[in-house]
């Protein structure tokens, strides 16, 4: 665990020193760099991996709690009626469509689900959210967290060019982009490119994504758990839980930002303490990604993200231009 901080330290130094790489996404690149190098990779598997399944489950948990602080309700009703609705929407129909390509090439195991929860909800946050109710394996989980963190990138960079020739103004490019980008670091990269205004718009509509978490986890909470009844007439199964506790602790967390008029202060202790825990899970799932492992099964899985990040790009573009037309 020592071992991740300080690579979640490493990632933060990275940060500074080029701020258009999210923080979060250094992070899990420095894990997949790490994870290639042969002479470490004994450590990995061996002493160190304990630590780095804690972190990478435990820490993770707890993050996703945290950033329930930084939702208010009050924020995302200000969004008005028919946009809430676009979110919702987009995020419904990129999780189905996605799920659905999955199956059809045939990923296996938990993969078609976790990609579809990563691409459609919230990036890494949702693939770990996602595993922890499915109890999918953390190898399982690897691809997924690459893929989400590659496209997340890419979009940094392809999201800005294509403004113009898509005709947004500051505040439509940010919805676009808090509409369709994965994780919250990559929103605020993309977005502070076109101004405030645009940062503004981007993570308020993010979050309002973020907040579909819970629902989406409890809805496959409850299909787990029926399956897990079906199966216990063959064999003795724990069931799952239908809503996963940490995921109640960020429903709390956003209640007691929406009620409750806590300190400034507090909110930035909280979410620094929120973005260093996400940094060290990220870089310890990060390890568990091997890129010759990758190139020899991983295709498919890259057909999926890849396609899955087109498709919600492109649906966020109809869900803006329908809500600015109304």
Same mark, same amino acid.
């Given at each position: 665990?020592?071992?991740?901080?300080?690579?979640?330290?490493?990632?933060?130094?990275?940060?500074?020193?080029?701020?258009?790489?999210?923080?979060?996404?250094?992070?899990? $690149?420095?894990?997949?760099?790490?994870?290639?190098?042969? $002479?470490? @990779?004994?450590?990995?598997? +061996?002493?160190?991996?304990?630590?780095?399944? &804690?972190?990478?489950?435990? &820490?993770?948990?707890? +993050?996703?709690?945290?950033?329930?602080?930084?939702?208010?309700?009050?924020?995302? /009703?200000? #969004? +008005?009626?028919?946009?809430?609705?676009?979110?919702?929407?987009?995020?419904?129909?990129?999780?189905?469509?996605?799920?659905?390509?999955?199956?059809?090439? +045939?990923?296996?195991? @938990?993969?078609?689900?976790?990609?579809?929860?990563?691409?459609?909800?919230?990036?890494?946050?949702?693939?770990? *959210?996602?595993?922890?109710?499915?109890?999918?394996?953390?190898?399982?989980?690897?691809?997924?967290?690459?893929?989400?963190? &590659?496209? =997340?990138?890419?979009?940094?960079?392809?999201?800005?060019?294509?403004?113009?020739?898509? =005709?947004?103004?500051?505040?439509?490019?940010?919805?676009?982009? =808090?509409?369709?980008?994965?994780?919250?670091?990559?929103?605020?990269?993309? !977005?502070?490119?076109?101004?405030?205004?645009?940062?503004? !718009?981007?993570?308020?509509?993010?979050?309002?994504?973020?907040?579909?978490?819970?629902?989406?986890?409890?809805?496959?909470? *409850?299909?787990?758990?029926?399956? /897990?009844?079906?199966? /216990?007439?063959?064999?003795?199964?724990?069931?799952?839980?239908?809503?996963?506790?940490?995921?109640?602790?960020?429903? $709390? !967390?956003?209640?007691?930002?929406?009620?409750?008029?806590?300190?400034?202060?507090? &909110?930035?202790?909280?979410?620094?303490?929120?973005?260093?825990?996400? !940094?060290?899970?990220?870089? /310890?799932? =990060?390890?568990?990604?091997?890129?010759?492992?990758?190139?020899?099964?991983?295709?498919?899985?890259?057909?999926?993200? #890849?396609?899955?990040?087109?498709?919600? $790009?492109?649906?966020?573009?109809?869900?803006?231009?329908?809500?600015?037309?109304?």
């Amino acid at each position: 665990m020592a071992v991740a901080g300080v690579a979640a330290l490493a990632a933060f130094l990275i940060h500074l020193a080029v701020p258009a790489v999210p923080l979060l996404t250094a992070a899990v $690149a420095l894990g997949m760099i790490v994870a290639q190098i042969p $002479a470490l @990779r004994s450590l990995l598997d +061996g002493p160190l991996k304990p630590g780095l399944s &804690l972190s990478a489950r435990r &820490l993770l948990r707890i +993050g996703i709690v945290l950033l329930g602080l930084k939702l208010s309700l009050v924020d995302i /009703a200000g #969004l +008005g009626v028919v946009t809430i609705v676009a979110i919702v929407l987009v995020v419904v129909l990129t999780f189905g469509v996605t799920l659905l390509l999955g199956r059809m090439v +045939g990923l296996p195991g @938990r993969q078609p689900l976790l990609i579809a929860a990563g691409f459609s909800i919230c990036g890494a946050s949702a693939v770990g *959210a996602m595993s922890a109710v499915t109890r999918a394996k953390d190898s399982e989980s690897a691809t997924p967290i690459a893929l989400v963190t &590659l496209c =997340g990138t890419l979009a940094i960079v392809l999201l800005p060019l294509a403004r113009i020739p898509l =005709g947004f103004d500051a505040s439509e490019f940010g919805t676009w982009v =808090g509409l369709s980008v994965h994780d919250v670091g990559q929103v605020v990269a993309t !977005a502070q490119i076109a101004g405030p205004v645009a940062l503004s !718009a981007a993570v308020v509509v993010k979050l309002t994504r973020v907040l579909t978490l819970a629902p989406m986890v409890a809805i496959v909470g *409850a299909v787990e758990r029926r399956r /897990a009844v079906h199966a /216990a007439d063959e064999r003795p199964t724990k069931r799952p839980p239908i809503v996963p506790l940490f995921v109640l602790g960020f429903l $709390a !967390a956003v209640l007691m930002r929406t009620l409750v008029p806590l300190p400034e202060g507090l &909110l930035e202790m909280a979410d620094v303490l929120q973005t260093a825990l996400l !940094a060290t899970a990220l870089f /310890a799932l =990060g390890t568990g990604i091997r890129f010759a492992e990758l190139a020899r099964t991983g295709w498919k899985a890259l057909i999926v993200g #890849l396609g899955s990040w087109v498709f919600i $790009a492109a649906l966020s573009v109809v869900a803006v231009w329908v809500t600015t037309g109304l």
